[in-house]
């Protein structure tokens, strides 16, 4: 059996930990995954998804370093004497003492077709940039961000409707099906790693709250990606009334108002923009529910006829 260590923290990694648990040949002896964080209204401490589904797999040995560079991280780890390591979504940079520990390498499931979208937010990226298509990469692991050469990828269409959450949840089984596909044929000398082509790459940011605040003079169909992208996080959002109104869900309409002006809109809401109106279907306040637009509406027709900042 091959030792396998796995490093990923968010949901869209469990797949692939649950596919390698699994298949006879993959010994999982341990899963690495980021320190519990307090998220919430009461900041309760919280685990990640792949730490919750390693306990409820009865995995005894997980780590959860601050910094995977550390001396102590990297003898813990050397100690589990892994063949192979296979990172998804973990969130922390592997340094040369971690790529060199196993003899089969450290393979990465990434949640597009790289060369394009290296970086902390691929899926996010993809849906921001209106791409047509996206996919996962499964790529053998170098010093750089993104940049090891490839060994398979599946591509998937981005859907008019995608928010990052859909898109992610079709991904990593996607990226979970094609990584057990992938691994045995490596594992037998029977795939070339392919380089990538490092002029057409293209890299994305680390999302930040501030990223995910309407620009009202922004093309309405712009507008309408970052609602779909920001979702379940940070979630697009705006000023009303000196409180942040967050949009959960948006359409296009052709129409015309002045950017950031709200006007009744068959028997909804929408908000003029730099062009073409976006139409409200959900909106939040602070403290509320998000609520469908026709009863944020009920509650509050003062809306209609508000200028949004």
Same mark, same amino acid.
């Given at each position: 059996?091959?030792?396998?260590?796995?490093? *990923?923290?968010?949901?869209?990694?469990?797949?692939?930990?649950?596919?390698?648990?699994? $298949?006879?040949?993959?010994? #999982?002896?341990?899963?690495?995954?980021?320190?519990?964080?307090?998220?919430?209204?009461?900041?309760?401490?919280?685990?990640?998804?792949?730490?919750?589904?390693?306990?409820?797999?009865?995995?005894?040995?997980?780590?959860?370093?601050?910094?995977?560079?550390?001396?102590?991280?990297?003898?813990?780890?050397?100690?589990?004497?892994?063949?192979?390591?296979? #990172?998804?979504?973990?969130?922390?940079?592997?340094?040369?003492?971690?790529?060199?520990?196993?003899?089969?390498?450290?393979?990465?499931?990434?949640?597009?077709?790289?060369?394009?979208?290296?970086?902390?937010?691929?899926?996010?990226?993809?849906?921001?940039?209106?791409?047509?298509?996206?996919?996962?990469?499964?790529?053998?692991?170098?010093? *750089?961000?993104?940049?090891?050469?490839?060994?398979?990828?599946?591509?998937?269409?981005?859907?008019?409707?995608?928010?990052?959450?859909?898109?992610?949840?079709?991904?990593?089984?996607?990226?979970?099906?094609?990584?057990?596909?992938?691994?045995?044929?490596?594992?037998?000398?029977?795939?070339?790693?392919?380089?990538?082509?490092?002029?057409?790459?293209?890299?994305?940011?680390?999302?930040?709250?501030? $990223?995910?605040?309407?620009?009202?003079?922004?093309?309405?169909?712009?507008?309408?990606?970052? #609602?779909?992208?920001?979702?379940?996080?940070?979630?697009?959002?705006?000023?009303?009334?000196?409180?942040?109104?967050?949009?959960?869900?948006?359409?296009?309409?052709?129409? $015309?108002?002045?950017?950031?002006?709200?006007?009744?809109?068959?028997?909804?809401?929408?908000?003029?923009?730099?062009?073409?109106?976006?139409?409200?279907?959900?909106?939040?306040?602070?403290?509320?529910?998000?609520?469908?637009?026709?009863?944020?509406?009920?509650?509050?027709?003062?809306?209609?006829?508000?200028?949004?900042?």
């Amino acid at each position: 059996m091959i030792r396998t260590i796995f490093m *990923g923290t968010p949901d869209i990694a469990v797949p692939s930990l649950q596919a390698l648990l699994e $298949h006879p040949e993959f010994d #999982v002896v341990g899963v690495v995954t980021q320190p519990d964080r307090r998220a919430g209204r009461g900041r309760k401490l919280t685990l990640s998804a792949v730490k919750a589904f390693a306990l409820a797999a009865g995995i005894e040995t997980i780590l959860q370093p601050a910094r995977l560079r550390d001396p102590d991280a990297v003898e813990a780890l050397a100690k589990l004497n892994p063949d192979l390591i296979v #990172v998804v979504a973990y969130g922390q940079i592997l340094r040369p003492n971690v790529l060199s520990l196993p003899r089969h390498g450290c393979i990465n499931v990434h949640a597009s077709l790289l060369p394009r979208w290296r970086g902390a937010s691929p899926i996010t990226a993809a849906i921001l940039a209106g791409d047509p298509i996206t996919g996962v990469t499964i790529m053998r692991m170098d010093e *750089g961000m993104d940049t090891g050469p490839i060994l398979s990828q599946q591509a998937e269409i981005i859907q008019p409707q995608d928010t990052t959450a859909t898109l992610s949840d079709r991904l990593g089984r996607l990226g979970a099906t094609l990584l057990i596909e992938t691994l045995p044929c490596y594992l037998e000398g029977k795939i070339s790693p392919r380089p990538q082509d490092h002029e057409h790459a293209t890299i994305c940011r680390l999302i930040k709250k501030e $990223h995910a605040r309407i620009d009202w003079t922004r093309p309405a169909i712009e507008i309408e990606r970052m #609602v779909r992208a920001y979702q379940p996080w940070p979630i697009a959002h705006t000023t009303w009334k000196g409180k942040i109104l967050k949009i959960g869900a948006a359409s296009v309409a052709k129409g $015309h108002a002045e950017p950031g002006q709200v006007i009744p809109w068959q028997r909804k809401a929408a908000v003029g923009t730099g062009q073409d109106l976006l139409v409200i279907e959900q909106a939040q306040l602070p403290g509320k529910k998000m609520l469908a637009i026709a009863d944020f509406l009920r509650g509050r027709p003062d809306f209609l006829g508000a200028k949004l900042e």
